[in-house]
């Protein structure tokens, strides 16, 4: 049986060129298979944006691109993004890091990088992508789906438990959620098979927040995340005066424990 060629990247054009990928239909089951083309930015393209944690870059799987029956290596994480986010009857145009930019060419790297802000502002909505299911949640993402007030009337704290159990999932620790989220025209958070907007999911988190200040008293602080959003987003919406030297440094000082594989990507994410 002859061996399967590895999908080869085309050069992009100058300017402000970027891939994004179709994704086609099928079910739970199905192997995944994608297309890549070259899209515009000035061209008002339409496509989502993924936002998601890479996990181990050496456990990968290949992926069929329909280019000449290629493959293309990813990480288990991407792939396991990509089944969830596929629909069955209808094809879905991304973009996704791993997957749309070459990231065996230094120099495209540092270009895309810098385009970054753009395609995450320009998406029709940004996908975060927290993982893979497990027991707990779903129990977190049905609280937020439903009725919070009649649930914690029932007196039931595994919703709550579960929300912390979230929140404290690899993707809240990355540096570049900053620029992902905040520049986003809308967000959705996915994880398994359930979806729920980014506006549910930050009051359901600062509610939960909130009751554990009262039952366990104390000077708890809201989620970092949701701190690192708010902050992120006055600053660069201008309700933070640029003036004001300390500004990003503050921002700066609060965003030190979250995790970059370049630590000059904690300016870069910024930007």
Same mark, same amino acid.
């Not at 179709?22 to 089951?29: C, H, I, Q, S």
């Not at 520049?183 to 909130?210: C, H, M, P, S």
């Given at each position: ?13 100058? #300017?402000?060129?970027?891939? @994004?990928?179709? +994704?086609?239909?099928?079910? %739970? $089951?199905?192997?995944?298979?994608? =297309? ?103 129990? #977190?993402?049905?609280?937020? @789906?439903?009725? +919070?007030?009649?649930?914690? %009337? $029932?007196?039931?704290?595994?919703? =709550? ?108 994410? @910024?930007?």
């Amino acid at each position: 049986m002859a061996s399967q060629r590895h999908y080869q990247y085309r050069p992009l054009e100058k #300017g402000r060129c970027i891939r @994004l990928l179709r +994704l086609e239909p099928g079910d %739970a $089951a199905a192997a995944q298979k994608i =297309s890549i083309f070259h899209a515009d930015l000035d061209q008002q393209a339409t496509y989502e944006a993924l936002s998601y944690t890479w996990g181990d870059p050496d456990d990968t799987t290949l992926i069929s691109c329909t280019e000449e029956g290629s493959t293309l290596a990813v990480t288990r994480n991407c792939e396991a993004a990509l089944r969830s986010l596929r629909l069955e009857y209808e094809e879905r145009t991304l973009w996704i890091d791993a997957i749309c930019i070459d990231q065996s060419n230094v120099d495209e790297r540092g270009q895309q990088v810098r385009l970054m802000s753009d395609i995450y502002k320009q998406a029709q909505q940004v996908i975060a992508y927290l993982g893979e299911a497990s027991h707990d949640s779903q129990v #977190g993402m049905d609280f937020i @789906l439903h009725d +919070l007030q009649a649930i914690s %009337a $029932a007196g039931e704290d595994r919703p =709550s438990m579960a929300i912390d159990h979230i929140l404290t999932r690899p993707y809240f620790e990355r540096i570049w959620i900053i620029q992902e989220i905040v520049f986003a025209r809308q967000v959705n958070i996915v994880l398994g098979d359930r979806t729920v907007d980014w506006e549910a999911f930050k009051r359901t988190a600062y509610y939960v927040d909130i009751n554990k200040q009262v039952l366990l008293g104390g000077d708890r602080k809201p989620p970092r995340v949701l701190k690192y959003k708010d902050r992120a987003t006055s600053f660069t919406s201008g309700k933070v005066s640029t003036s004001k030297p300390d500004a990003l440094l503050e921002l700066l000082r609060d965003m030190r424990m979250c995790k970059a594989t370049d630590p000059r990507d904690k300016i870069h994410a @910024l930007l």
